[in-house]
């Protein structure tokens, strides 16, 4: 086995990102970064700003403050651009194209790695007709990967929910990303689905591809990430090890509201991470 040429390079350089919408300040001050061969989760409330700050990340949004580098480079203000350069991202609300089928979805997802122009795709030129034949096979590798290739053929708007979500994961690879954004991946996701999500999540990083996710499941969180980010009300308020998170009081406040708050109802406390006996 080879081993990679680095091991630290920073895939994901976030500073300073400040995002508003007229008066609310959804992201303030933001730093982020992710190294190559890293998961890292972004948790924090509903409405802290996580799916926000994704969407400057790729680009959809223009934050007011800060600046975004994608390997030492900073990152154009355009998703297509940011998809080129080797971001790719899930979606919260599934974005898939419903009356396509599972191939069709993953094969859109490869566009912005087929070099084969306009003219070459009308004409069907040879060298268009090779670059569909591997991206088709390329395609396949991912449904594989992603445990959907029996339903190539399916319709998208078909498929149970969680093969939706698995879906949008391949449709993401296909762009052959460098950093890949998932923004509540297991959300509607029975436990057997989620914790294949993880394993997902886990060969995605051994194929090479850093991972970014925002998650509420914090046991999914915390099996899984090397790092982890709490948003609260669009600042970040730690980030550290899945131990030195769970273990901090401030975190633990800001899902619960007040800590000595008596009526919080039991139960509510954040999940923590498997029992893997690792406490002496
Ligand atoms: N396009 C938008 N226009 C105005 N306000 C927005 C927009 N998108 C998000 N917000 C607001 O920004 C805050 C953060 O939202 P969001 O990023 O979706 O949070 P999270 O993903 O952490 O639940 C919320 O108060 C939300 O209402
Ligand atoms: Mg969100």
Request: glycine share 8%.
């Amino acid at each position: 086995m080879t081993t990679p040429a680095t091991t630290t390079r920073t895939v994901l350089e976030a500073t300073g990102v400040t995002m508003r919408f007229g008066g609310l300040t959804a992201v303030r001050d933001v730093d982020l970064t992710v190294d190559t061969g890293e998961i890292v989760g972004l948790i924090g409330p509903n409405g802290a700003g996580k799916t926000t700050f994704f969407n400057c990340l790729t680009g959809l949004y223009t934050p007011a403050e800060g600046t975004i580098s994608y390997r030492g480079t900073r990152l154009s203000r355009k998703p297509h651009l940011v998809t080129q350069a080797g971001i790719a991202r899930t979606f919260q609300n599934i974005r898939l194209f419903a009356n396509m089928t599972v191939l069709e979805n993953v094969l859109v997802g490869r566009h912005t790695r087929t070099k084969e122009g306009l003219w070459s795709a009308l004409l069907r030129s040879p060298g268009f007709r090779k670059a569909e034949r591997d991206s088709e096979q390329r395609a396949m590798e991912l449904l594989d990967f992603t445990g959907l290739a029996t339903q190539r053929d399916h319709l998208a708007r078909n498929l149970p929910y969680g093969e939706q979500r698995k879906l949008e994961i391949a449709r993401a690879l296909a762009s052959e990303p460098g950093l890949l954004l998932l923004d509540e991946p297991t959300a509607g996701m029975n436990p057997q689905e989620t914790r294949a999500t993880q394993d997902l999540v886990r060969a995605i990083r051994t194929q090479g591809t850093a991972v970014l996710v925002i998650e509420h499941d914090m046991r999914f969180i915390f099996n899984l990430c090397d790092r982890v980010a709490v948003l609260v009300q669009g600042q970040k308020l730690v980030e550290g090890t899945a131990d030195t998170v769970q273990a901090d009081e401030r975190v633990i406040a800001a899902y619960l509201g007040t800590p000595t708050d008596p009526t919080t109802p039991p139960g509510e406390t954040p999940a923590t991470t498997d029992d893997t006996g690792a406490t002496p």
